[in-house]
């Protein structure tokens, strides 16, 4: 099993940044592939970045240039930096990870992930 906790959220003006944080536990954190998703109220969860066990990273194109996936595995953390942020990118983000061996996986469905954390909100003010 994995644990995943995110941390980070809150309210920020737009234009502002966050940054995201989610600690992982309970296996070899450089096994596991992560992801981001996030979830706005009436709709359904959307893929926001992925990063790849080899450090490799993609974006949906709705947050490319603006928010960053970086991953530091000795701290088994992956982080989510959010830049320029924007009305429409208010949601609770979740963090998401599987066990893999492919260094170029591309997985943008929830049901690709098989460990969840239980969300943070993110709420961007006009």
């Known amino acids: 099993q994995v644990q995943l906790v995110e941390s980070g959220g809150g309210l920020v003006q737009a234009g502002g940044s966050l940054r995201l944080s989610c600690a992982a536990s309970?296996?070899?954190?450089?096994?596991?592939?992560m992801g981001w998703f996030r979830q706005a109220p009436g709709k359904e969860r959307e893929f926001v970045a992925g990063s790849r066990i080899g450090s490799s990273t993609y974006y949906a194109d709705s947050v490319k240039g603006r928010f960053t996936i970086s991953r530091d595995n000795a701290k088994n953390t992956v982080y989510l930096q959010m830049n320029s942020l924007e009305p429409e990118d208010t949601a609770v983000y979740f963090c998401a990870a599987y066990q893999t061996f492919g260094l170029w996986d591309i997985r943008t469905t929830p049901r690709e992930y098989d460990y969840w954390g239980q969300g943070t909100q993110v709420t961007v003010s006009s």
């Open positions: 309970g296996r070899t954190f450089s096994s596991l592939a």
